[in-house]
């Protein structure tokens, strides 16, 4: 199976279109529609007197999964937030427009077409080349 993925330089930072579990407004047809955020949606929110125009990704963070590339607060709770475009028109060049002020012109984001492997634990530590211990949440 394949699936996109978000990627600024070599980081990771989400599947495109996998659910975040918060929601936002969307416009359609001249009513507001509430929708559920996926990552690679383009959001606008209000926050410290200004609007903001940000794509939603996957953190790294213990307490909230996923946030705002570029913004530094990490979760979804922001005041009159809209999603203004879904993650299935969002291309690179739009990624890179979104953060053209934030980045140098050095940064690449992309989106990766990437297939997902089934492995045992012994292929993964041969792959790997040292012996892991997986955890229990």
Known sequence: MSV???F?????LGRLGEQTGSYAIEEKNGQN??????????????KYKRIYTKVVVKNSSKHHEYGIF????????FDKMTRVLSYEDLTEDILQKL???LLSKRSS???K????????????EKELGYKIKIKSN
């Open 8 to 12: 600024y330089n070599k980081s990771l």
């Open 33 to 46: 529609q509430k929708v559920e955020l996926r990552v690679g949606d383009v959001v606008s929110f209000y």
């Open 4 to 6: 996109k993925n978000i």
């Open 113 to 124: 077409e990437t297939s997902e492997r089934e492995m045992t634990l012994g292929e993964i």
């Open 109 to 111: 984001f992309a989106i």
């Open 70 to 77: 570029g913004f530094g607060t990490n979760d979804l709770s």
């Open 99 to 101: 953060q053209e002020n």
